[in-house]
């Protein structure tokens, strides 16, 4: 479980009655550990992640935030974690008697809470705080009761069955050192948490659970601290490294345990120490052997500093172990040498040189020990160079820790050491961990001019080594003479490149520590709080840079007279820590004088820090000037009341805030309410999410334009609707962009209109053309006949009426009279299509239609010999006027025998098929063809002929594109002289009519 699952979390609620709550906002953090963003809105979702809250629980809220006080309360983040919250925040009276209500729930464990559990008696069920420090997470009640068996001894074993059952009323573990305290909380929750024993005197703890100190397993230590008067000792280090026991059965280890592992021959003088009377000094070091888990002895050495508790009368002996086996060992093997070694003072030498590097460890430590070390080996073996180096992990180069030069220390170390270490020492025999070479040796032969100009004869080389076995840096001698007792020497150095390199490790992890401190000062000061820290003598202790000019100061002295500003009263600003740590609260609002009739609004977070050994108490405060933030926070919620205002009010159409990231921030509009959505679980989710393909690309387009300061309209449609928007930059009191206010409108019955209109308006041409071509046509085909007779009539001899030349004129008449009368059907049939009326629509298969066709043209296809290929199944059946589709396919069946080509047997290919919207007839035959540039614009004209060897009259062409025309069809021609032609007619499939049949009207049928 990670110990931070979040920031801080924003909540905004309205208080509309004496128990009605709305949720207005809540923060995205909520949406990255809860996956129900629906529920997020819901009051009854709150009551789920607070359920120790009373209830109802915004009313709680609300009367704690309006006391200005603050909820520590914990938060269940899934069925079995939750961890510790604070809750505070503001409320806001409005002018129609609601509230307004702001709450920030940051993560902040009370301090008095240490390892936590929450369970709910009646089902039994356990809940674990995620930062305990053990890191266990029981998975139910029984598992947890086991864990404490397992760990602790209890002097009631009757109390833990009780707790197995979820008996938890009035219940109180006792755990050795520790208990298991048990708190009522609201709703059949109880809280347990390990606390210490009250009876158990306080002192410097270095070993608690949750230690501050860093994790030394690395570095082979073991910590342990002794209750003397209570024979309790506390472990915690590098217990299986060292000893190899597992870690959680040795800190159940008594103080007769660890007796019992020590070696007999010094068990006597550890147990007189522990069980010492008194103790006459403050600090002890000595070495001993213990046993390992394995059965070897370890020689170990024990630092002990003492502590006393004077109010309790306690003595507390707080211990760190060392492994200094290697030395004892190099110590024990030069005594086994001692009858091979001629030089007894040889021998001596060595071992008064690694108790002097012992007692220097002791003394010293970084940099300085490295620098005291270097020393001694001077001093003891006068080598010209002594030098110990640091490998960085990082760039895997060798840096300098220390360097002397016949016993100085060189400050200044030029760039040729650092290339020396790096390129040219480990040139001689590159994989050895430890090199003592000289001149004397045959395969000495340094290549570089370095050795040379300083006449170096010899080198000294360890490499220092972690545990494992990785290298960390090296130990370097160089000298003008050959060495000397080489043997002896190599056993002194393999000694010195262990003790050295934990001792370059545990150096290495304080300059990180230091860095660490670095960056904490940094932290501090570069934060936006003012941070301060005074003691009980309101002394202070601790200040930041931010301090100050947030109190408008110059010198600190003044910070705590300060005057602050709270419901009109003054109080000084120690007065208000005064009034802090007697109350339990932590949070607090006051106002600063800044200029003239000007405040500054604060907010003033406290806490209280006890240290020392007598308990000694200090107030660390936290200042942050809200001022801005507040009127912000107004200026959004004002801005929030506007947008919503103006959302109600837009017809069939919705208003957007979003931030810099596309993300929303506030929306709402009828067109929600129309399609039943809830705005609110938009709230904080991204609106590029909304959106797909082309309307996603345009829409982003459009978003980043807006955030450059221009102000967008353009459309996208989505499930059938179209809509308009509008962006708009909103621009923060510094010039810049910082949110987007999109107007969304449906324009689709808008955009029904207008296309209704502009096919009205087309109509409307076509129909003034064909008008026009009419008249001219009328004019042009009736005159002529019309003309003809009244020139008949004119020759007729009314006079003598047996005038044999009047049966002449009476023929021609009557020729005349049926030219006249066939025009006037033709036109009467293209009228009749022009009207508007509700044509019968069926559901017709045109392999039906076809067999129908061909059967009227039985005899005429017959003698033409034609071929007729079908396709139909692209494209079965469809909705249309049976009359109209009877009319297409006599029309270009007639045509393709009637314009065929005299060199090959016709043939004709008619299939069906879809495209887009349209249901599409094709016919294609191998006729003469047509000049499409030729006649292309006259093809469908009335009485347009272009072919004089058959008869015809230059009508079926024109009534099909009509007859198509009128159910908002098209037909396209395609056309090669000598070659043939392709007709496609473009349908669209119409709604059945409704018919009566039995008593019910059928539904209507569409695609």
């Known amino acids: 479980m990670p110990e931070k699952i979040f920031n801080n979390l924003l909540l905004t609620f309205k208080k509309t009655g004496q128990e009605d709550f709305e949720t207005l906002y809540v923060s995205k953090g909520f949406f990255g550990i809860f996956n129900d963003p629906v529920k997020m809105y819901q009051v009854d979702f709150f009551s789920r992640v607070f359920p120790t809250v009373k209830k109802p629980i915004f009313e709680t809220i609300f009367d704690f935030l309006g006391r200005a006080e603050v909820l520590d309360v914990p938060l269940f983040v899934n069925h079995s974690c939750f961890t510790w919250v604070r809750i505070e925040g503001f409320t806001m009276a409005q002018q129609d008697g609601t509230y307004l209500v702001n709450a920030m729930i940051n993560p902040k464990r009370p301090p008095q809470i240490q390892s936590s559990w ?51 009323n009035g219940l109180v573990l ?158 024990k093997h030069l005594k086994e040498k001692e009858g091979i070694l001629q030089d007894l ?22 940099i300085t020990l490295f620098d005291e070390i270097t020393q001694l080996i001077f001093k003891k073996l006068g080598f010209t160079y002594c030098m110990v180096t640091n490998l960085n992990p990082f760039s895997h180069t060798y840096e300098l820790v220390s360097l002397r030069r016949l016993g100085k220390k060189l400050k200044n170390t030029s760039e040729k050491w650092t290339k020396f270490i790096n390129k040219e020492l480990y040139n001689e025999q590159p994989h050895s961990s430890i090199l003592i070479t000289d001149t004397d040796h045959p395969d000495f032969c340094p290549s570089t001019e370095f050795f040379e100009n300083n006449g170096i004869s010899s080198i000294i080389r360890i490499d220092l080594l972690d545990k494992t076995n990785i290298k960390i840096g090296s130990l370097c001698f160089l000298d003008d003479k050959p060495v000397k007792n080489k043997y002896l020497y190599e056993e002194l150095f393999r000694i010195l490149g262990d003790w050295i390199g934990k001792e370059l490790l545990r150096y290495r992890f304080e300059s990180a520590l230091q860095e660490t401190n670095f960056m904490h000062d940094a932290i501090l000061n570069g934060t936006a709080y003012a941070i301060f820290a005074v003691n009980h003598q309101f002394e202070i202790t601790l200040i930041n840079n931010k301090t100050l000019p947030i109190f408008n100061l110059k010198k600190k002295e003044e910070l705590m007279e300060t005057v602050l500003i709270k419901e009109g009263k003054k109080e000084s600003l120690q007065e208000v820590i005064t009034q802090f740590s007697r109350s339990k609260k932590s ?16 907010k003033i977070s406290f806490t209280r820090i006890q240290y020392g050994r007598k308990n000694q108490v200090s107030y660390v405060v936290f200042v942050d000037d809200i001022t801005d933030r507040t009127h912000s926070e107004k200026k959004l919620i004002a801005s929030e009341q506007l947008y919503r205002s103006i959302a109600e009010n837009f017809p069939r159409g919705t208003i957007d805030v979003l931030d810099k990231s596309f993300n929303y921030i506030f929306t709402d509009g009828e067109e929600y309410r129309l399609s039943g959505t809830d705005p609110k679980t938009l709230v904080g989710t991204n609106h590029l999410d909304q959106f797909l393909g082309e309307n996603l690309t345009l829409t982003k387009r459009n978003l980043e334009k807006i955030l450059r300061g221009k102000t967008v309209s353009y459309e996208i449609e989505a499930n059938q609707q179209k809509f308009l928007k509008i962006g708009v930059p909103l621009k923060n009191d510094s010039g810049l962009t910082d949110r987007i206010l999109l107007v969304k409108q449906n324009i689709t019955e808008a955009k029904k209109m207008e296309a209704e209109r502009e096919k009205l308006i087309k109509d409307l041409k076509s129909h003034n053309e064909e008008l026009l071509r009419f008249a001219y046509i009328v004019s042009h085909n009736l005159r002529a006949p019309i003309v003809n007779i009244s020139l008949l009539i004119d020759l007729f001899n009314e006079e003598d009426p047996a005038d044999p030349e009047n049966k002449e004129v009476l023929e021609n008449l009557k020729i005349s009279t049926s030219l006249l009368d066939a025009t006037l059907q033709d036109l009467i049939e293209v009228v009749s299509i022009k009207k508007q009326k509700i044509p019968k629509v069926e559901l017709i298969d045109f392999k039906m239609l076809l067999n129908n066709v061909e059967k009227s043209l039985f005899n005429q296809l017959k003698e033409s010999g034609i071929k007729i290929h079908k396709d139909f199944s692209g494209l079965e059946e469809m909705n249309y006027v049976y009359a109209h589709l009877e009319n297409f396919f006599m029309n270009f069946m ?114």
């Open 174 to 331: 006792d755990l050795d050192i520790l208990k298991l305290d048990n708190h009522n909380l609201e709703n059949g929750y109880h809280l347990l948490s390990l606390k210490k024993d009250a009876h158990r005197p306080k002192f410097p703890n270095l070993i608690e659970e949750e230690s501050n100190y860093l994790n030394n397993s690395f570095l082979d230590i073991i910590y342990f601290e002794y209750l003397k008067e209570d024979r309790e000792m506390i472990w915690s280090g590098a217990i299986n490294e060292l000893l190899g026991y597992q870690e959680s059965r040795f800190k159940r280890f008594s103080v007769w345990d660890w007796l019992e592992i020590i070696h007999p021959d010094d068990r006597n003088k550890v147990k007189d120490l522990l069980f010492a009377d008194h103790y006459e000094k403050d600090a002890y070091t000595y070495t001993y052997q213990v046993k390992t888990k394995n059965g070897d002895y370890l020689h170990l050495k024990n630092s002990l500093k003492v502590f006393y508790n004077i109010p309790s009368n306690k003595t507390i002996l707080v211990g760190i172990l060392n492994d200094v086996s290697e030395i004892s060992k190099a110590q």
């Open 894 to 1007: 007639t045509n393709a025998v009637k314009y065929k080509h005299p060199d090959r047997p016709p043939e004709v290919w008619i299939s069906t098929y879809r495209e887009k919207n349209y249901c599409v007839i094709q016919f294609e035959d191998n006729g003469i063809g047509l000049d499409l540039e030729r006649y292309g614009d006259r093809i469908f004209g009335l009485y347009q002929r272009f072919h004089n060897h058959v008869e015809g009259k230059g009508l079926g062409l024109y009534l099909v594109r009509e007859q198509i025309r009128a159910n908002d069809g098209k037909i396209k021609i395609e056309s090669e002289v000598g070659k043939g032609t392709v007709f496609k007619i473009y349908l669209r499939n119409l709604i059945l009519n409704r018919i009566k049949n039995s008593g019910s009207p059928t539904s209507p049928s569409s695609t």
């Open 118 to 168: 929450i369970v709910q008696s009646e089902r039994q069920h356990i809940f674990t705080d995620i930062k305990n420090p053990s890191g266990y997470f029981p998975e139910n009640l029984e598992a947890f009761c086991r864990y404490l068996n397992e760990k602790y001894r209890f002097s009631d074993t009757r109390k833990l069955e009780q707790l197995c059952k979820g008996q938890l």
């Open 345 to 366: 003072s040889e021998k001596e030498f060595i071992q008064k040189t690694l108790q002097e590097v012992s007692e220097i460890s002791s003394l010293f430590k970084g």
């Open 587 to 602: 949070t607090a609002y006051y106002l600063l004088h800044h200029e003239k009739d000007d405040y500054k609004e604060l």
